[in-house]
């Protein structure tokens, strides 16, 4: 099992930039994938960015470029990096762990992300 915790969400302007960060409670190192959620208000929880073990990267069409996600394996923690926000990007933002032979997903508790235009 493993407990993620985010934070870095918050209110910015549309154009400005967000850092979610995502502790998790052991190594991340050995981790089938580590990925960044959101779910906006009456839609569906969609992938926005993921990052395998072996550090390839996938994003959601409408983050590339934009949107960067990353990992320090020293901290156990994993980033993305939001430039150019846009209001269509408000939503909370969840981090997902994949872990294990089965393929577990273990859940953070989300962190709240608001553009105004």
């Known amino acids: 099992q493993v407990q993620l915790v985010e934070s870095g969400g918050g209110l910015v302007q549309a154009g400005g930039s967000l850092r979610l960060s995502c502790a998790a409670s052991?190594?991340?190192?050995?981790?089938?994938?580590m990925g960044w959620y959101r779910q906006a208000p009456g839609k569906q929880r969609e992938l926005v960015a993921a990052?395998?073990?072996?550090?390839?990267?996938n994003y959601v069409d409408s983050v590339k470029g934009r949107f960067t996600i990353s990992r320090d394996n020293a901290k156990n923690t994993v980033y993305l990096q939001m430039n150019s926000l846009k209001p269509e990007d408000t939503a909370v933002y969840y981090c997902?762990?994949?872990?294990?032979?089965?393929?577990?997903?273990?859940w953070g508790q989300g962190t709240q992300v608001t553009v105004s235009s």
């Open positions: 990052m395998t073990s072996g550090g390839s990267t």
């Open positions: 997902n762990a994949n872990i294990g032979i089965r393929r577990w997903d273990y």
């Open positions: 052991r190594s991340i190192f050995s981790m089938n994938a």
